[in-house]
């Protein structure tokens, strides 16, 4: 009797076992039924900042073109780079470096000492510089640089990853916002992509850390299509409502640039002689982008509450004199 009873509840037991386990095993997601596909191994943390890094070698300066930098904590940075570099022996021995933020107007140069070794071509005089206060060379032409001491070397196969503090930070002052810190709508620093070997523009702001559902700067654009215009609208404001029409006009701008993906430019500008001739440059992206942008609600009440201030306004459709160039506009 004992022996049948101790039979039953092992048999129970293993029942629920078993029972518990396939249910366990049922809510566990199959990974390959994903539309996801299997890169391997490919560090995806592209695009980063494109930097220059600076340095004295066998006394004389030296530039680099670095691609592969990170930051550590809040108070280190990492600048990794081929042993085979030139430039690593330099920073070895003095333990300081200087990254340099890449901007549009000097990436060619940039590329440039990317593509030649120190060891072979005097790259010195590639950029203008000067030497800060830490005694690492600093690009003129750089919108912002980083002075940097190396406090530790971490080797991995074929690369020095130079671990640095921060010394000392300089920052063009047109790319600095109204409470002295860098605005990176304005610095607009050049972004490297691998492994394409791409380099690509930064985007506008989209959100604001904690609140990204609050007022995002812009949202993403479309691009500029064949039958995309380029618009001067040319108004005469009646002095009475000045003030009360750059109210609706401002309001209108800001909803527009951040909630139409087909509105690309609205930036008014008044003459200074006469601020009541308001000229505002629109760009929409499509023919479709406009028609939709001027049935729009926010349109339509800035349209219909502005009527009786407006006492002139002409629409001047453009032509780009170099399609290549394009305007960008960005909001705080």
């Known amino acids: 009797m004992v022996k049948a009873i101790s039979g039953v509840l092992s048999l129970f037991v293993l029942l629920s076992c078993s029972s518990t386990a396939v249910k366990e095993h049922a809510a566990q997601p199959d990974i390959?039924?994903?539309?996801?596909?299997?890169?391997?191994?490919?560090?995806?943390?592209?695009?980063?900042?494109?930097?220059?890094?600076g340095a004295e070698v066998n006394g004389k300066v030296n530039w680099l073109v670095v691609g592969h930098t990170?930051?550590?904590?809040?108070?280190?940075?990492?600048?990794?780079?081929?042993?085979?570099?030139?430039?690593?022996?330099?920073?070895?021995?003095?333990?300081?470096?200087?990254?340099?933020?890449?901007?549009?107007?000097?990436?060619?140069?940039?590329?440039?000492?990317?593509?030649?070794?120190?060891?072979?071509?005097?790259?010195?005089?590639?950029?203008?510089?000067?030497?800060?206060?830490?005694?690492?060379?600093?690009?003129?032409?750089?919108?912002?640089?980083?002075?940097?001491?190396?406090?530790?070397?971490?080797?991995?196969?074929?690369?020095?990853?130079?671990?640095c503090s921060v010394v000392n930070t300089y920052a063009s002052p047109d790319v600095l916002d109204s409470d002295g810190k860098p605005d990176y709508t304005k610095l607009k620093p050049v972004l490297f992509e691998f492994p394409t070997y791409s380099y690509l523009a930064t985007g506008e702001v989209i959100g604001k850390c904690l609140n990204p559902d609050r007022q995002p700067g812009m949202?993403?654009?479309?691009?500029?299509?064949?039958?995309?215009?380029?618009?001067?609208?040319?108004?005469?404001?009646?002095?009475?409502?000045?003030?009360?029409?750059?109210?609706?006009?401002?309001?209108?701008?800001?909803?527009?640039?951040?909630?139409e993906p087909g509105v690309l430019t609205m930036y008014a500008v008044g003459e200074k002689v006469n601020p009541c001739m308001i000229t505002i440059l629109e760009t929409y992206a499509s023919r479709s982008a406009?028609?939709?942008?001027?049935?729009?609600?926010?349109?339509?009440?800035?349209?219909?509450?502005?009527?009786?201030?407006?006492?002139?306004?002409?629409?001047?459709?453009?032509?780009?004199?170099?399609?290549?160039?394009k305007i960008n506009n960005f909001m705080q």
């Open 70 to 163: 990170g930051i550590i904590g809040h108070d280190r940075i990492l600048v990794s780079m081929s042993k085979s570099h030139y430039t690593n022996q330099g920073i070895r021995q003095s333990k300081r470096l200087s990254v340099n933020l890449v901007s549009r107007e000097m990436l060619p140069k940039a590329d440039y000492v990317g593509s030649v070794s120190g060891a072979a071509v005097d790259k010195s005089e590639v950029f203008a510089y000067h030497i800060g206060e830490h005694g690492t060379p600093v690009i003129d032409s750089s919108p912002l640089t980083m002075e940097c001491e190396v406090v530790d070397i971490y080797e991995t196969d074929g690369f020095d990853n130079f671990i």
């Open 32 to 53: 390959m039924e994903t539309d996801k596909k299997n890169l391997g191994s490919l560090p995806a943390l592209y695009p980063k900042p494109l930097t220059v890094v």
């Open 290 to 325: 406009y028609e939709k942008h001027i049935a729009s609600e926010h349109f339509r009440k800035y349209k219909q509450d502005t009527r009786h201030m407006v006492k002139s306004l002409v629409l001047s459709d453009q032509t780009p004199l170099n399609s290549a160039n």
């Open 219 to 259: 949202c993403a654009k479309e691009p500029m299509a064949a039958d995309g215009i380029v618009r001067l609208s040319k108004i005469e404001i009646y002095p009475q409502y000045l003030d009360e029409y750059m109210k609706y006009a401002a309001e209108v701008g800001e909803i527009s640039l951040r909630t």
